[in-house]
């Protein structure tokens, strides 16, 4: 495969340090997940960058399938801890669907082919327990 983009994030005192990358001005403060202090926490991060990568595989597909719909995809990360202190994460993908002629059943075939496009859902697929669902407004 080709690179087609490559960045680099320095993260310093992990989820209570502050996160950087080489090529944005950005910087994030890092909290602990309801820690209530100032900054995100990587759930939040890992979600919103799912959420933008899911949505436009979703674009891709719809184009693909000749299928028009307006979209909002929603994403839920869940941090998951067994025994042990083995954690994982858990992802909900929800697409809420509107203006559109296709029937429930015929949006979620189109939002399941996303799934099987997108590189965070390629990386989640046998290794992140995940669910998509879609509904028809």
């Known amino acids: 495969m080709k690179t087609l983009y490559s960045t680099k994030a320095t993260v310093t005192d992990g989820r209570v340090g502050k996160a950087t990358l080489n090529d944005s001005d950005l910087t994030i403060n890092m909290t602990p997940p309801g820690s209530g202090k100032d900054g995100n926490n990587p ?3 890992f979600a919103m960058g799912y959420g933008s990568c ?5 674009g891709v597909v719809k184009k693909m399938e000749g299928a028009s719909f307006g979209s909002t995809t929603e994403v839920s990360v ?5 025994d042990n202190h ?18 429930a059943a015929e949006v979620q075939k189109v939002v399941v082919k996303a799934d099987a496009v997108g590189p965070f859902s390629n990386a989640r697929i046998g290794n ?3 669910e998509v ?4 407004k």
Do not use: M, R
């Open 43 to 45: 759930e939040q991060l």
């Open 54 to 58: 899911f949505d436009s595989a979703l």
């Open 78 to 82: 869940e941090l998951l801890q067994g």
């Open 86 to 103: 083995d954690y994982n994460l858990g992802v909900k993908i929800h697409v809420i669907v509107e203006s559109t002629d296709l029937s």
């Open 128 to 130: 992140i327990v995940g």
């Open 133 to 136: 669902t879609s509904e028809v």
